[in-house]
């Protein structure tokens, strides 16, 4: 009697517990597993841990950049008593201001050109040395110094060294009976700033083009030739027309880095007023003219929409360039 009413027990208590285990079974389905649970907890961490790690970039560029280019343009849009005026952006079409804008657009256009072309030929020069090796090393590390090479260190480096008294001009002089500044001292005029930017408008162009003329994949020359095309057919059907939009984004980022250049100029030239970085600063501490401070800022004003111009048709071209490089 005993044995009969346990294994009665039993065989009413085993569907329950299955069903218990069914239902149990059933919601830990439904029910997220804790790995799943924490992966939006790692998301938010690391979305955190990513905006505090570019806090300190943020904050540079707030202060360092954002802040002086908002008050330098904002003065450009009162007057000497803070009241609002467009007299200032008028002022522009002065011909000292506009033959300044034109000095600045005609030296960064030619050093922009001569750069990128000489610059091209360098990388070009340099595609078939061993990657790694001695030669690319050591045009890779001097382009990287040379490109940042400016300023009144280079001004200094060019004064010493073909300045009027320089060591090479004095030893043309000497030695050779060769002149350099026979015609007059082209060095310290605005043609003469061709030379000290080419210094670093050419390693720059090193730095931007060599990546994209390594991205070449060699079996698209491979496929030319089974084609029966020649190299020259390769270079003007395939690779010069996706080298292109490079070329011409590394000719755009010249153009802006040589249009916003001032210390080298600044050294050099003077006081000569025929680039608009240096009409700036004689707007800005000039004793003899006084009251056009705030015109300062409507020509930074002129100078930013040239560079946001160049900026976004240069970041176009790179990325029409990227989807060959991917």
């Known amino acids: ?70 008050v330098a343009v904002g003065s450009g849009f009162v007057d000497g008593e803070g009241r609002f005026t467009w007299a200032n952006l008028t002022g522009l079409a002065e011909p000292a201001i506009a033959g300044s804008f034109f000095g600045a657009f005609w030296l960064s ?124 057919t390769y270079w003007t059907r395939v690779g010069g027309p996706i080298l292109l939009p490079s070329f011409l984004g590394s000719l755009l980022l010249l153009f802006a880095n040589a249009f916003s250049s001032y210390a080298t100029a600044a050294a050099l030239v003077g006081q000569a007023n025929n680039i608009v970085s240096l009409q700036i600063r004689q707007a800005l501490i000039s004793e003899t003219v006084l009251g056009r401070a705030n015109l300062a800022g409507a020509m930074a004003l002129g100078m930013l929409v040239v560079m946001v111009v160049v900026m976004l048709a240069y970041s176009a071209l790179v990325r029409r360039t990227a989807r060959w490089q991917r």
Request: proline residues 6%.
């Open 1 to 70: 009697m005993g044995q009969r009413s346990r294994l009665m027990t039993e065989t009413i208590a085993a569907p329950a517990a299955d069903a218990a285990a069914g239902v149990t079974s059933s919601d830990s389905r439904r029910q997220p597993s804790s790995a799943a649970r924490s992966q939006p907890k790692r998301r938010r961490r690391g979305g955190v841990a990513a905006v505090l790690g570019l806090t300190p970039f943020a904050f540079y560029v707030v202060i360092f950049l954002a802040v002086p280019t908002l």
């Open 109 to 232: 256009a030619v050093t922009a050109i001569v750069g990128a072309v000489a610059g091209a030929a360098l990388c070009f020069a340099m595609l078939h040395s061993r990657p790694g090796g001695t030669a690319r090393s050591l045009v890779d590390s001097a382009s990287s110094v040379l490109a940042q090479f400016g300023g009144v260190m280079l001004a200094f480096a060019f004064i010493a060294t073909i300045g009027a008294q320089g060591l090479v001009t004095v030893l043309l002089r000497n030695t050779f009976h060769i002149n350099i500044y026979e015609n007059g001292v082209w060095l310290y005029t605005v043609p003469g700033l061709i030379l000290p930017y080419l210094y670093f408008q050419i390693p720059l162009m090193v730095i931007t083009f060599l990546p994209a003329l390594e991205g070449l994949r060699p079996q698209w020359l491979e496929a030319t030739a089974t084609l029966g095309g020649t190299r020259w």
